[in-house]
């Protein structure tokens, strides 16, 4: 019979630390593809897995098992990239006047022809990350969250832990973030 | 230039490739490895370490009060501290008093 995430757990809680790699191997490329959601480099990402699943298990004892294991391990994970975004604010002070050749060709093109500049191009991904680094973590965290992974203000509330109210407050203020770095882009390039 | 359609153009883009959910060969064997080595925290046992770590100066404090008020010389001109408290409370009206 095949075992639960519950039965796994319950294991782990009795001492038996090789069944947490069970849950590991199963939910870790998971916490993978969101760290990288909000760093860039290798040695990032994989101190943010690693954090997560340390706390994980520092805090299995809290998991009450109202909600599948999935939910809580991605709130923690949430949380941990929130708090990796907010201790590594020095990166933010990029200039879009740097814009790569390929960035400066998409730009033109969309200015030339909108329905011209392709959204699955590569300089159009790199336009976006640029702008996304600029954004305060906040910011970066609801936007990511509501407009990238299409979620629902409720949902952003469970998994940040802020209230709903914050939350859209939050997202009013992250969009106009977003406009004022998209000005900037406009700013510097045509002005 | 349109910037509403520009972000929608880049926020279409960012959705259009979701990240990489690659992992590093054996990740999990160092999460296990690192979780062996930490020490598991345990909020009760740091709370009790910290209030016996408390308990030596606090007892020491004491015998020092105890000792100071035993062996203090008894030459103080008050008369209760019921007066000494009154005399304090009422210091600064009594010296605005005076300075009218």
Aim: charged share 30%; net charge neutral.
């Amino acid at each position: 019979m095949e075992q639960t995430d519950a039965d796994h757990i319950a294991a782990v809680l009795k001492g038996d630390t090789a069944r947490f790699e069970v849950l590991i191997q199963k939910y870790l490329p998971r916490v993978f593809a969101t760290a990288r959601r909000y760093a860039r480099r290798d040695d990032e990402v994989e101190d943010i897995v690693q954090e997560v699943w340390l706390k994980a298990f520092q805090k299995l004892g809290s998991f009450r098992g109202e909600a599948p294991f999935e939910h809580w391990l991605m709130r923690l994970t949430v949380r941990t990239c929130y708090d990796f975004l907010r201790s590594h604010r020095r990166n933010r002070e990029t200039t879009f006047s740097q814009l790569t050749e390929p960035e400066n060709d998409w730009l033109d093109r969309f200015v030339a022809q909108p329905e011209a500049a392709s959204e699955n191009a590569d300089a159009a991904r790199q336009l976006i990350e640029r702008l996304l680094a600029e954004l305060s973590p906040a910011a970066r965290l609801v936007i990511t969250l509501l407009e990238i992974e299409d979620r629902s203000v409720k949902e952003i509330a469970e998994l940040t832990g802020w209230s709903v109210t914050l939350v859209k407050v939050r997202a009013f203020r992250a969009r106009a973030e977003m406009r004022k770095g998209l000005a900037k882009i406009a700013k510097d390039k045509y002005l | 230039m349109n910037l509403v359609e520009l972000e929608r153009k880049l926020i279409a883009a960012a959705r259009a490739t979701p990240p990489n959910d690659r992992v590093p060969y054996a990740f999990e064997k160092r999460i296990i490895a690192l979780l062996a080595v930490r020490p598991e925290l345990d909020g009760w046992a740091q709370w009790g370490k910290a209030l016996w770590r408390a308990s030596a100066p606090c007892v020491a404090i004491m015998l020092l009060l105890g000792a100071w008020s035993y062996f203090a010389p008894a030459g103080s001109t008050s008369t209760s501290l019921s007066q000494d408290f009154e005399n304090t409370l009422l210091a600064a009206v009594d010296q605005n008093g005076e300075s009218w």
